[in-house]
């Protein structure tokens, strides 16, 4: 059985730091395209960031130069630094990893940027 869980998640004062792990049970992340998206209230899910299974990275125009993804293969587990960090970045945000059609998706882990 699949499963991602991710952490991390919490509240942070404008300008602070936060970061996201994604840690994956029954495949191997590295053979996976893995992205984080994040879902605000009355809003849409949104893209963040991705690594492909190759390792190439992509962002956001919104987050490019303030988040960064990362992968670890020897814990399994995908990684969203998160620095500067904007009230408009609150959001949930959830794991997704795909391959070949096949597609799995974490419960959430909410961050709040507030002062």
């Known amino acids: 059985q699949v499963q991602l869980v991710e952490s991390g998640g919490g509240l942070v004062q404008p300008g602070g730091s936060l970061r996201l792990s994604c840690g994956a049970s029954g495949i191997i992340v590295s053979f996976y395209d893995v992205g984080w998206y994040r879902q605000a209230p009355g809003k849409q899910r949104e893209l963040v960031a991705t690594?492909?299974?190759?390792?190439?990275?992509n962002y956001a125009d919104s987050v490019k130069g303030r988040f960064t993804i990362s992968r670890d293969n020897g814990k399994n587990t995908v990684y969203l630094q998160m620095n500067s960090l904007k009230p408009e970045d609150t959001a949930v945000y959830y794991c997704?990893?795909?391959?070949?059609?096949?597609?799995?998706w974490g419960q959430g882990t909410q961050v709040t940027v507030s002062s």
């Open positions: 690594v492909a299974s190759g390792g190439v990275t």
């Open positions: 997704n990893a795909a391959r070949y059609g096949n597609t799995y």
